[in-house]
């Protein structure tokens, strides 16, 4: 039963294409976030949800664009993907914005050609 | 700036004792996590510190100082499994998490 889960783990695409990734969470949090880590290894906030509000947004393209349609999900949309775009994303979720446990999802690894 | 601190990476021997520092210069603080990624895998959960002193958790460790803003994680009896990279991440004054670049440690026979 996997706590943070999200798809597709794998995604290989040619630039300028649209690309969604969709995280659920089952641990009942309040809170879920979206993390870039690139090549380098860096851990990079892009944007936290708490029950279904944007709170943190942090400066990525308007390419980028999350949605929360209740609590155990947030999805991640990409609009004309470029190079600089290919990392892992990573879905996580907490009880609520003052914990700084996370549980993550296994990663969602974009290669843009 | 919110700026976090700790070695790229650290090569050690199985069996033995390492420990990887972490110095942290943050808008507020309200606690200090450790985090272990496997290649390829997601971080996990290992330690949170917010009052000065050490934590300990079967062979793993973790010790804060606030005044000097500071932290280590002690990893004991060290297994090849424990080859990993260790992420330190501080939540600041509106509970984000500020994260290190993270230390990849290496374990040897």
């Known amino acids: 039963d996997t706590a943070v889960s999200q798809t597709p783990k794998y995604l290989v695409t040619q630039m300028g294409n649209d690309k969604s990734i969709k995280c659920e969470q089952n641990?009942?949090?309040?809170?879920m976030y979206w993390y870039k880590q690139d090549s380098k290894k860096f851990l990079k906030i892009m944007f936290s949800?708490?029950?279904?509000?944007?709170?943190i947004n942090e400066t990525v393209p308007n390419r980028f664009s999350p949605k929360s349609p209740d609590k155990a999900h947030l999805n991640l949309h990409i609009n004309s993907l470029e190079l600089g775009d290919s990392a892992v994303y990573f879905c996580?979720?907490?009880?609520?914005?003052?914990?700084?446990?996370?549980?993550f999802g296994e990663g969602s690894r974009l290669t843009v050609l | 700036g919110q700026n976090i601190d700790q070695p790229t990476e650290m090569t050690a021997t199985e069996g033995a004792i390492v420990q990887i520092n972490c110095t942290y210069q943050?808008?507020?603080?309200?606690?200090l996590f450790w985090y272990q990624q496997h290649a390829g895998e997601a971080p996990t959960f290992l330690s949170y510190?917010?009052l000065d002193g050490l934590e300990e958790k079967g062979r793993f460790s973790s010790f804060l100082s606030r005044s000097k803003g500071y932290s280590y994680l002690l990893l004991k009896e060290l297994q090849m499994k424990d080859s990993a990279s260790y992420l330190c991440?501080?939540?600041?004054?509106?509970?984000?998490?500020?994260w290190g670049a993270g230390t990849k440690l290496i374990i040897k026979p």
């Open positions: 996580a979720s907490s009880p609520g914005v003052e914990f700084g446990e996370l549980f």
């Open positions: 641990l009942g949090h309040d809170t």
């Open positions: 949800y708490n029950n279904k509000e944007l709170i």
């Open positions: 943050t808008s507020g603080f309200n606690g």
């Open positions: 510190n917010v």
């Open positions: 991440a501080v939540s600041d004054s509106n509970y984000q998490l500020i």
